[in-house]
């Protein structure tokens, strides 16, 4: 048996429920594809929006149990979990380059990001804490203390199977919140394995409960409408977050939205173009640019936009493309022939409006679902692709001429999740983080993710924050006693 296939069949493929692994109520399957081949690697249980409510039952009966279960104890397991995590990595790793086709390098370090979140919560889960202190009046004490708001709903992405899952369900096991899972369809088998090494970490039965499923939707409005749930957290588009918003508010639900993005990378002309080439290279093309912080629109001051389009350029035409198993591969596939259609029409939309392809440009005529990594100058204002997630490696460059015009086109967006400036002008560099409008900012680095920062957006790109130890917070409902002196 290969590698490959010994670790698939390890993978388990019900649904977690009550601490066990069943079928689906309607005894149905679907497949899981590796989208660098087109062909599928293993069926799971396709769970009906009945089990999504069993599933909440499950997490409804756990929640006072794992409530009173001390911060201690749940911090163990996450942290026992951790070290799981740490020495599976190469499985880990290798289940969602199969999956979700992300190259290996990719791989482990999402292993890497996406374990921190762990090993992170469970530290915070014993720092919970509230205040006590004399009223104004003098007359009794206040005391404000921090309980979890109960059974919560985890709608993760296919992008980051592994640091999506551990980014919400770190925080709600060591808030004391009990959690229903559901993994998107297109890559749930790393979250089924993580939840895995979860119960072997001494996770209790019904604490955690995963229902992957072909129907979200409808699956999702059955758990939305049960009045025990009390919690949604979900990571996905803007117009899914729309529709959830909207059904949460029946129920008056904590939500947490991390939503679209529409990245901008600034780059300056007292910029340090060594490192401003290297930074772009990783907010795009990390994960293939399916990546809602993924660098969207590159904003290149007109006198070094040229040498900037050159060097990225040159770097581009270097890459390897292929099976993120293969060797030296840094652009897998996309997710599939629906991500490729819309990467290839924003860069012909461009074009039919004057912009210029310096590489790439075309879907990859072989199995799976391939695009070029692309470099697109010269982009005029009203092209779609500087407006719309292009969730692709497609590097899209627009020039500028003021620093009031790079902030103008930077902000001109309903998104604001993150943005990127480089230059080595430190009072623009604080001017910067002071006026453009996303919720993260990285200066003179293409990468800004960490689990013990908050990630979030601002405008359409969402609500609340994960990671960080305010991450924990979104979990818990603040309560407030007065006790009276007589």
Same mark, same amino acid.
């Given at each position: 048996?290969?590698?490959?296939?010994?670790?698939?069949?390890?993978?388990?493929?019900?649904?977690?429920?009550?601490?066990?692994?069943?079928?689906?109520?309607?005894?149905?399957?679907?497949?899981?594809?590796?989208?660098?081949?087109?062909?599928?690697?293993?069926?799971?249980?396709?769970?009906?929006?009945?089990?999504? !409510?069993?599933?909440?039952?499950?997490?409804?009966?756990?929640?006072?149990?794992?409530?009173?279960t001390?911060?201690r104890?749940?911090?163990?397991?996450?942290?026992r979990?951790?070290d799981?995590?740490?020495?599976?990595?190469?499985?880990?790793?290798?289940?969602?380059?199969?999956?979700?086709?992300?190259p290996?390098?990719?791989?482990?370090?999402?292993?890497?990001y996406?374990?921190?979140?762990?090993?992170?919560?469970?530290?915070?889960?014993?720092r919970?804490?509230?205040?006590?202190?004399?009223s104004?009046?003098?007359?009794?004490?206040?005391?404000?203390?921090?309980?979890?708001?109960?059974?919560?709903?985890?709608?993760?992405?296919?992008?980051?199977?592994?640091?999506?899952?551990?980014?919400?369900?770190?925080?709600?096991?060591?808030?004391?919140?009990?959690?229903?899972?559901?993994?998107?369809?297109?890559?749930?088998?790393?979250?089924?394995?993580?939840?895995?090494?979860?119960?072997?970490?001494?996770?209790?039965?019904?604490?955690?409960?995963?229902?992957?499923?072909?129907?979200?939707g409808?699956?999702?409005?059955?758990?939305?409408?049960?009045p025990?749930? $009390?919690k949604?957290?979900?990571?996905?588009?803007?117009e899914?977050?729309?529709?959830?918003?909207?059904?949460?508010?029946?129920?008056?639900?904590?939500?947490?939205?991390e939503?679209g993005?529409?990245?901008?990378?600034?780059?300056?002309?007292?910029?340090?173009? =060594?490192?401003?080439?290297?930074?772009?290279?990783?907010?795009?093309?990390?994960?293939?640019?399916q990546?809602?912080?993924?660098?969207?629109?590159?904003?290149?001051?007109?006198?070094?936009?040229?040498?900037?389009?050159?060097?990225?350029?040159? $770097?581009?035409?270097a890459?390897?493309?292929?099976r993120?198993?293969?060797?030296?591969v840094?652009?897998?596939?996309?997710?599939?022939q629906? *991500?490729?259609?819309?990467?290839?029409?924003?860069v012909?939309? *461009?074009?039919?409006?004057?912009?210029?392809?310096? !590489?790439?440009?075309?879907?990859?005529?072989?199995?799976?679902?391939?695009? #070029?990594?692309?470099?697109?100058?010269?982009?005029?204002?009203?092209? =779609?692709?500087?407006?719309? #997630?292009?969730?692709?490696?497609?590097?899209?460059?627009v020039?500028?001429?003021t620093?009031?015009?790079?902030?103008?086109?930077?902000?001109?967006?309903?998104?604001?999740?993150v943005?990127?400036?480089?230059?080595?002008?430190?009072?623009?560099?604080?001017?910067?983080? =002071?006026?453009?409008?996303?919720?993260?900012?990285?200066?003179?680095?293409?990468?800004?993710?960490?689990?013990?920062a908050?990630?979030?957006?601002?405008?359409h790109?969402g609500?609340?924050?994960?990671?960080?130890?305010?991450?924990?917070? #979104?979990?818990?409902?603040?309560?407030?006693?007065?006790?009276?002196?007589?």
């Amino acid at each position: 048996m290969s590698l490959e296939s010994d670790l698939l069949t390890r993978v388990p493929g019900g649904l977690l429920i009550a601490g066990q692994w069943v079928p689906s109520s309607s005894g149905t399957t679907f497949a899981v594809d590796d989208p660098s081949t087109g062909q599928p690697i293993k069926t799971v249980a396709d769970a009906t929006p009945a089990d999504g !409510v069993r599933a909440l039952d499950a997490a409804a009966r756990a929640q006072d149990r794992w409530a009173a279960t001390p911060p201690r104890d749940r911090g163990e397991i996450l942290r026992r979990a951790f070290d799981l995590v740490q020495e599976r990595k190469d499985e880990f790793a290798l289940l969602m380059a199969l999956e979700m086709g992300k190259p290996l390098a990719d791989s482990y370090a999402e292993v890497a990001y996406g374990g921190e979140f762990l090993r992170w919560f469970s530290e915070e889960a014993v720092r919970i804490t509230g205040r006590y202190g004399r009223s104004p009046e003098g007359t009794g004490s206040m005391v404000v203390s921090q309980r979890p708001v109960g059974p919560c709903f985890l709608i993760t992405p296919w992008n980051f199977p592994l640091a999506m899952a551990t980014r919400k369900i770190g925080p709600a096991l060591a808030a004391g919140c009990t959690a229903v899972v559901k993994p998107a369809g297109a890559t749930p088998l790393t979250t089924m394995y993580l939840a895995a090494v979860l119960q072997e970490a001494g996770l209790p039965d019904g604490v955690l409960n995963v229902v992957p499923t072909s129907r979200s939707g409808a699956l999702s409005e059955a758990v939305f409408a049960d009045p025990r749930l $009390r919690k949604v957290s979900f990571t996905g588009s803007t117009e899914v977050g729309r529709t959830l918003l909207r059904q949460a508010a029946d129920g008056v639900l904590r939500t947490s939205m991390e939503l679209g993005g529409n990245a901008p990378f600034v780059v300056f002309e007292d910029a340090d173009l =060594d490192r401003a080439v290297e930074g772009a290279m990783l907010a795009k093309f990390r994960n293939t640019g399916q990546a809602c912080t993924a660098a969207n629109r590159f904003i290149v001051h007109g006198s070094v936009a040229a040498e900037f389009a050159d060097r990225v350029a040159q $770097r581009v035409r270097a890459m390897k493309i292929g099976r993120g198993t293969e060797d030296g591969v840094t652009i897998g596939p996309l997710i599939d022939q629906d *991500a490729v259609a819309k990467a290839d029409s924003l860069v012909r939309d *461009a074009v039919s409006k004057g912009a210029a392809v310096l !590489v790439g440009g075309r879907a990859i005529d072989r199995p799976g679902t391939f695009y #070029e990594p692309t470099v697109v100058s010269a982009v005029p204002g009203d092209a =779609d692709i500087l407006h719309e #997630e292009i969730f692709g490696p497609v590097v899209s460059i627009v020039e500028f001429d003021t620093e009031d015009e790079a902030v103008r086109l930077a902000n001109g967006t309903e998104y604001g999740l993150v943005s990127y400036v480089f230059t080595t002008d430190l009072a623009r560099g604080q001017r910067m983080m =002071d006026r453009l409008d996303t919720g993260m900012m990285g200066l003179n680095v293409g990468v800004v993710s960490n689990a013990a920062a908050p990630f979030g957006g601002v405008k359409h790109s969402g609500l609340g924050r994960e990671g960080g130890s305010e991450g924990i917070h #979104e979990y818990l409902s603040t309560k407030y006693t007065l006790v009276p002196d007589e």
